[in-house]
Nanobody, 123 residues
Framework: QVQLVESGGGLVLAGGSLRLSCAAS????????VAWFRQAPGKERELVAG????????HYTDSVKGRFTISRDNAKNTVYLQMNSLKPEDTAVYYC????????????????WGQGTQVTVSS
């Protein structure tokens, strides 16, 4: 079992930055792929970024490339999402999720989810 808790969301002006954290419980966290998803009102949940468990390979959706950085610290059981140059269209509830294997783009392929943290970017 893996339990995930997100933090770091909030309200920020366009062009600003936020860093989200996803803290995990469970001794085997280091063997899980972790991804950040987001869901805006009326839209489907979409993959934002993912990170591999052993080679730390990363995957980003096109709209955040060059602005967001995902990283993980297995010793601290934590995954981070550094978000820079934020835009109003980044406004959403952000969730972290975990699964074994490789990063997948579909939310239903993830077994564990956090409760979400709201990110609001005002123009």
């Amino acid at each position: 079992q893996v339990q995930l808790v997100e933090s770091g969301g909030g309200l920020v002006l366009a062009g600003g930055s936020l860093r989200l954290s996803c803290a995990a419980s469970g001794r085997t966290f280091s063997s899980y792929v972790v991804a950040w998803f987001r869901q805006a009102p009326g839209k489907e949940r979409e993959l934002v970024a993912g990170i591999g468990w052993n080679d730390f390979s990363t995957h980003y959706t096109d709209s955040v490339k060059g602005r967001f950085t995902i990283s993980r610290d297995n010793a601290k059981n934590t995954v981070y999402l550094q978000m820079n140059s934020l835009k109003p269209e980044d406004t959403a509830v952000y969730y972290c999720a975990a699964r074994r294997g490789v990063v997948r783009e579909t939310s239903r392929e993830y077994d564990y989810w956090g409760q979400g943290t709201q990110v609001t970017v005002s123009s």
